[in-house]
């Protein structure tokens, strides 16, 4: 079962996001981190197969995050979960940056696992 | 369910890979010049003139065309010539797919076509915004947005009041605070009675019974609520070629209310609906 990464400062939307990857028996949620920050360094210590990630967070926002992470790791595989998505320069900037996917809030489960399995 | 572009609702729909839709960008970047390069290319500038507009526009926030007829550079003739010349030789996104092979020319209107009904729940009513105030475009999107999303993610049945300007925004149970910058200066407040938190509580976490939540979940619903609404807000204000960047969402206590910034304006969207109360603010900075 692939691993994944939740970064996202709302506790709300971790617990949603959690929910539907969970849920779908494919995946299992092995850590939510609240920023950026987190992000990079629970991703050293748990390895996960996806990180699935806000941008818009305090401490380190999703974008720096990202180039940080395929730095760390050229194999990363990020899926950016924004209310940016629909922000045309930040929707280039994360793919040209790495991201596999970029998917707009408010999400629908459906797109997510889409989005997950395709990767 | 959100404001889109189209090469994005393309590549969510499989109609063509992400990679497809950079090299498309790509081909838009390199054949779509910028003001300065088209003024150059015309005769009317030089490299030099567009380092000095580069230079001025650092100490004032004007765009490269009217930077440029501000310092004599060119007239305001010259000006229009050179926006008609970028207008008339843009390369559309759908365009740019087309020529890198990524959408069938033929297929290309179908696309579209179901990209604008795709997109139809997003075109910006009218709101009636006061006179004199900045930008009214933008004030207008931000409020039609919101009554969108109120309805739409939060399911409140609601009625629009009309727009106010205003000192201060009232203090209530719930009030999120969201900062917006670039080409507009802004925050944008919330302002929620208890039964409205409950309601956003209820659409975020997708459960018909939130009484057992923390305060601590319950808030963050609603900062939630806003990231998703100012997200949408800075997506339908690029299609309109502004450039808005969103800090993170907070929820701050307002007691004796929110005042309106010094030398700015402060607008007031009143909400109704049948149990609570709901203000939307618009605070918008001097520019």
Redesign the interface.
């Known amino acids: 079962m692939k691993k994944v990464l939740v970064v996202d ?5 971790g ?2 996001l959690s929910k539907i990857i969970t849920g779908s028996g494919e995946f299992e949620v092995i850590g939510h981190a609240k920023n950026g920050a987190e992000a990079i360094q629970m991703y050293r210590q748990v390895h996960p197969d996806i990180v699935c990630m806000d941008m ?3 401490v380190m926002d999703g974008m720096t995050a990202l180039r940080t992470l395929v730095v760390l790791d050229k194999n990363a595989k990020v899926v950016m979960v ?8 930040k ?2 900037e994360a ?2 940056l790495g991201a ?3 998917i ?5 489960s459906d ?1 997510v696992l889409k989005t997950l399995r395709g990767l | 369910m959100a404001v889109k572009f189209f090469g994005q609702f393309m590549v969510e729909k499989g109609l063509i890979s992400s990679d497809a839709l950079l090299k498309a960008i790509a081909l838009q970047d390199s054949s779509n010049l910028k003001f300065g390069e088209t003024a150059k290319s015309m005769g009317f500038i030089t490299n030099a003139d567009i380092e000095r507009v580069h230079n001025a526009q650092r100490k004032e926030d004007l765009q490269f065309g009217d930077m440029s007829v501000k310092l004599g550079m060119i007239t305001q003739d010259q000006l229009k010539e050179v926006l008609t010349k970028q207008k008339n030789s843009h390369l559309h996104i759908g365009e740019a797919l087309v020529k890198v092979g990524a959408v069938k020319a033929e297929d290309l209107r179908k696309h579209l076509n179901a990209f604008k009904a795709d997109q139809a729940p997003y075109v910006v009513d009218k709101v009636a915004i006061p006179a004199g105030v900045p930008d009214p475009a933008f004030a207008e999107l931000t409020a039609d947005l919101t009554y969108k999303m109120l309805s739409r993610i939060a399911n409140l049945t609601i009625r629009p009041g009309k727009c106010v300007v205003v000192q201060r925004l009232d203090d209530n149970d719930t009030v999120v605070d969201m900062k917006m910058s670039g080409s507009i200066k802004a925050r944008y407040l919330l302002s929620i009675s208890r039964d409205v938190q409950n309601a956003i509580a209820r659409a975020i976490l997708k459960a018909d019974d939130v009484s057992k939540e923390s305060e601590e979940m319950l808030n963050d619903t609603v900062m939630e609520f806003v990231n998703i609404v100012c997200g949408n807000i800075a997506a339908k204000a690029a299609q309109m070629g502004k450039t808005i960047e969103i800090a993170p969402p907070k929820n701050i206590k307002a007691k004796g209310g929110i005042p309106a910034p010094v030398g700015g304006i402060g607008l007031l969207f009143p909400v109704f609906v049948a149990d609570g109360r709901i203000e939307v603010g618009l605070f918008i900075e001097k520019a």
């Open positions: 400062d709302s506790l709300s939307v617990r949603e818009n967070m305090p924004t209310s940016l998505g629909g922000v045309g320069d929707y280039t793919l040209k596999k996917g970029v707009s809030k408010p999400f629908l797109d």
